[in-house]
């Protein structure tokens, strides 16, 4: 079984930083990409930022400048530096990650969401 386990989400005022922190845990991992989605309410799910085991970074255009994304493979967690936040940020931000099971078959885990609030 794979947990994710999200932190560092909270209140912030209109252009500030958050940085939230994702941890991937299970016997024998083997991960591939890792990302950061999000969702407002009233919203569907939305990719916010990707990143492939080694490669370069994907992020949705909304993001792009004010956000980054990276990753310690040998801790299993993904990062997301958040900076100039907005209002419309506002979400519950989802960490997930794409992980072998078997020689044929990937599947994708999500953690429990942290909350991210910004305030105009």
């Known amino acids: 079984q794979v947990q994710l386990v999200e932190s560092g989400g909270g209140l912030v005022q209109a252009g500030g930083f958050l940085r939230l922190s994702c941890t991937a845990s299970?016997?024998?991992?083997?991960?591939?990409?890792m990302g950061w989605y999000r969702q407002a309410p009233g919203r569907q799910r939305e990719l916010v930022a990707t990143i492939p085991r080694s490669g370069t970074p994907n992020y949705a255009d909304s993001v792009k400048g004010r956000f980054a994304i990276s990753r310690d493979s040998a801790k299993n967690t993904v990062y997301l530096q958040m900076n100039n936040l907005k209002p419309e940020d506002t979400a519950d931000y989802y960490c997930?990650?794409?992980?072998?099971?078997?020689?044929?078959?990937?599947?994708?885990?999500w953690g429990q969401g942290t909350q991210v609030t910004v305030s105009a």
């Open positions: 299970g016997r024998s991992l083997l991960i591939n990409s």
């Open positions: 997930t990650a794409n992980v072998r099971i078997n020689a044929f078959s990937l599947k994708d885990y």
